[in-house]
């Protein structure tokens, strides 16, 4: 079972509700872990790139981050107070994302935890919003926290892939399954498998390959492909030793169905795979993930393929 000794929840310095940190306190204590509060900062106009830095401006700069720092004692002291061990830190790094990500990799986290919210689809294509590339990105486990409790006994989905489809890793639902049964024995939880194929792919298919205009048995070209998914996605639950009754195949577009499922099982949390891919496909790194996160009811763990190996570069931003 994987061992999760460290947490790092992602403090939001501009508002009073703090939903990530309730989560990651809640886990740490579930977990025995070590957890850390981290505020990423930067502020152009206090950073010295536009004028020529001054005792001033490191002065300022100081006394903004001794401002982070009191407020995150101040959030540390009654969990410490129920018997977590808490440290903080604040960082003065940019962009957010690139910051986050850097200072996860060098704490060693195992967790990453943040708030996130609902978006526009207009911030969604412009990949502008923080959570979106903290999904491209980040190669530690990542979790998107949604306001609301979690359940005495959270629910988790895991939602996998077993046909290996958008170029993504065979290892990584091995990843997903692993990850979310540590959590939910951590978390005396309940596990639920779920995949999801889309039936117009094998009849677009067989309608592409059709030299001659004839009826095709569209029926049968759908059982088909049902049968084969389901043979893949019962041997991997198995193997993992998922109760059948907690297994989900169903058809459709993931970003519809999961949703759907996730808020008939009342889950807690669903766990996706994210993959990366090269600089030239970069718009395309966990489009699925990033699709379904704006209707899942409830939080969603993002998980990396290899993510205990995962080499990122971890250098700090290139000076003004």
Not at 82 to 88: E, K, L, P, Q
Not at 275 to 282: A, L, P, T
Request: glycine share 2%; aromatic share 6%.
């Amino acid at each position: 079972m994987r061992k999760i000794s460290k947490i790092l929840v992602v403090i939001d310095p501009t508002v009073e509700e703090q939903p990530a940190l309730d989560r990651a306190a809640w886990l740490a204590k579930q977990a025995d872990a070590h957890l850390e509060l981290l505020v990423c900062y930067y502020n152009e106009y206090l950073s010295g790139d536009r004028l020529f830095d001054s005792p001033s401006l490191e002065k300022a700069r100081a006394e903004v981050i001794q401002t982070h720092e009191q407020r995150l004692e101040t959030m540390a002291e009654p969990i410490r107070a129920a018997g977590t061990t808490v440290t903080s830190s604040v960082v003065w790094d940019h962009p957010l994302h690139e910051g986050i990500v850097r200072h996860s990799i060098a704490s060693k986290a195992d967790v990453v935890v943040k708030d996130t919210h609902h978006h526009s689809s207009l911030s969604r294509a412009l990949l502008s919003n923080t959570d979106w590339n903290l999904i491209r990105t980040c190669p530690i486990p990542l979790w998107l926290v949604k306001p609301g409790d979690v359940a005495e006994h959270p629910v988790f989905v895991a939602a996998i892939d077993p046909m290996n489809q958008h170029d993504k890793p065979a290892a990584l639902d091995d990843e997903i399954l692993q990850t979310s049964k540590s959590i939910v024995d951590i978390v005396h939880g309940e596990l639920h498998a779920f995949h999801c194929y889309d039936p117009r792919i094998a009849v677009a298919t067989a309608t592409a390959n059709a030299y001659i205009p004839v009826s095709l048995p569209f029926d049968e070209i759908e059982q088909q492909m049902h049968d084969e998914h389901e043979a893949r996605f019962s041997e991997i639950t198995r193997f993992h030793g998922i109760d059948e009754d907690h297994t989900h195949l169903v058809a459709g577009m993931t970003h519809e169905e999961l949703p759907e499922h996730a808020s008939k099982l009342n889950a807690d949390v669903v766990v996706m795979g994210a993959v990366s891919r090269n600089r030239w496909k970069r718009l395309f790194i966990g489009a699925t993930a990033e699709r379904t996160l704006e209707f899942v009811p409830c939080d969603m763990l993002i998980i990396k393929p290899d993510w205990f190996h995962t080499p990122v570069d971890v250098s700090t931003p290139d000076a003004a």
